[in-house]
């Protein structure tokens, strides 16, 4: 079973209900642990539940990260 944790988060809100989260995750399991980014788009319900639909996982690598971080600006 693997379990996860939420290191550091931040968000943006969007339109009427929707936001954008970037956070820094640790998996958890009896093999050992990975860390990771995780930028998931979600939308706050009317009784103000969190729901998640899309998510991407990002390896922790700096080359990665900055490759990312570069093409946004660009495109």
Known sequence: MVEFETLKSEEIKF????FLEIARKKAVS???ENTFIAISRGFVTQTGER???KSIAIPVDEN???FIAEKLKEV
């Open 15 to 18: 339109g009427n209900s929707n």
């Open 30 to 32: 009896e093999t050992g």
């Open 51 to 53: 729901r998640y639909k």
């Open 64 to 66: 990665i990260i900055n």
